[in-house]
């Protein structure tokens, strides 16, 4: 009988060796198994929450599509009218908060980049094509990077405007009164405090004082020509605003959006032309920080930099993937500008098709 024990119980861990053995051979599957960790991570929290993307501009709407469909994740949209200076206040605001309030990621004017920093607003992360990113349109430790940018440009209802402004002084003559407006609030919108700067430097100021672009708008406001309405698509097809200062890129998805109904003309000011750049970043309280590690990869692989470029953005990588053949043929004929040549013209800025470098120099001057 103690033969037979031995026997029962040498047979038991032989097999319990074949089991353990085959457990090695074929490990048990994982949640994400092979999948990336973060790409697993990311898909543990389930939710990524962006602040201020209208889908009209630069192509985010198709982005957010394909982000979703790619990794399977929800994608929560807070107010897509807010400026950069509203997201900033969502961050504050929702510091304690992990709901549905909370953004998770930023996108905001370049000059919003020192304030991120000194109040811990954000957390520092490399992307992959950090490398392909010029070291002055990035946070040398990660805290935002540059990722498009674009030209001050007039967005004109030409079907109410017969006779379309070419240069910032037209828009002071008495056939555009009740005609102008900006497209954002300047406290918080970059793309409004960007319209007074290029009409500054139009008028003999400088991007470290634009005192007189101010005085322009005083002189606009004192004509009647300026009408006080945060401007958009709407109010411009709808006469209520018919010309309105805007990112070229955003001033064309208006134009092909409307499809002449009514006619818009884009119209690059002959002075005071000025590029800005965004930057993004992660909210350092954000509820999905894999979510946002995450996005920021989608956004900054060629993949993602090609769907700014065709919202007709000037994605940060361009020089990059344009060098090594990346941008297909149907979209390399994107430039920043829609009028027929910008060289000689952007004094603040650069030329399309070039880096925009210098404006990001310009443009932290102007915002220390």
Same mark, same amino acid.
Request: with cysteine.
């Given at each position: 009988m103690q033969q037979k024990h031995w026997d029962k119980l040498l047979i038991v861990l032989v097999l319990a060796a074949m089991v353990m053995?085959?457990?090695?051979?074929?490990?048990a599957p994982t949640t994400g198994g092979d999948e990336d960790p973060l790409v697993a991570a990311a898909k543990a929290e389930g939710q990524l929450t962006v602040i201020a993307l209208?889908?009209? +501009?630069?192509?985010? !709407?198709?982005?957010? %599509?394909?982000? $979703?469909? $790619?990794?399977?994740? #929800?994608?929560? %949209?807070?107010? @897509?009218?807010?400026?950069?200076?509203?997201?900033i206040e969502a961050i504050k605001a929702? $510091?304690?908060? &992990?709901? *549905? /309030?909370? @953004?998770?990621?930023?996108?905001?004017?370049? !000059?919003?980049? *020192? /304030?991120l920093i000194e109040e811990g607003l954000v957390m520092p992360y490399k992307v992959s094509t950090w490398d392909s990113i010029a070291a002055e349109n990035k946070d040398p430790d990660g805290y935002w990077y540059g990722d498009y940018y674009g030209v001050m440009a007039f967005e004109v209802n030409s =079907?109410?405007? $017969?006779?379309? @402004? /070419?240069? +910032?002084? =037209?828009?002071?003559?008495p056939e555009y009164k009740g005609q102008v407006a900006l497209a954002g609030d300047p406290r918080v919108s970059a793309q409004a405090q960007m319209s007074i700067y290029g009409a500054a430097l139009a008028n003999g100021g400088t991007l470290d004082d634009v005192s007189a672009g101010l005085d322009f708008f005083k002189q606009l406001n004192d004509a009647g020509n300026f009408v006080p309405l945060v401007a958009k698509q709407a109010t411009?097809? &709808?006469? %209520? #605003? *018919?010309?309105?200062?805007r990112w070229d890129y955003n001033a064309l998805a208006d134009k092909n959006a409307l499809a002449g109904n009514p006619n818009i003309e884009v119209v690059i000011p002959k002075t005071g032309v000025i590029a800005g750049v965004y930057i993004q970043a992660i909210s350092a309280y954000a509820p999905h920080p894999n979510a946002a590690k995450l996005w920021m %990869?989608?956004?900054y692989s060629d993949e993602g930099q090609l769907y700014w470029l065709k919202?007709?953005?000037? @994605?940060i990588r361009y020089n990059d993937m344009a060098a090594r053949n990346a941008i297909p043929a149907e979209l390399s004929a994107i430039r920043i500008a829609p009028s027929?040549?910008?060289?000689?013209?952007?004094? *603040?800025? #650069?030329?399309?098709?070039e880096s925009p470098s210098r404006c990001c120099r310009l443009m932290r001057s102007a915002s220390a």
């Open positions: 053995a085959a457990c090695a051979e074929k490990p209208p889908h009209d +501009w630069c192509n985010y !709407g198709e982005a957010i %599509e394909a982000f $979703k469909a $790619k990794y399977g994740l #929800t994608v929560n %949209e807070l107010n @897509p009218d807010a400026g950069s200076g509203d997201e929702n $510091k304690e908060s &992990k709901g *549905p /309030q909370a @953004p998770d990621v930023i996108d905001v004017g370049y !000059g919003f980049g *020192p /304030q =079907d109410i405007v $017969k006779n379309v @402004p /070419q240069d +910032w002084s =037209d828009l002071l003559k411009v097809a &709808k006469g %209520e #605003t *018919p010309i309105i200062m %990869e989608f956004l919202g007709g953005c000037h @994605p027929s040549s910008l060289s000689g013209k952007l004094r *603040p800025s #650069t030329a399309a098709g």
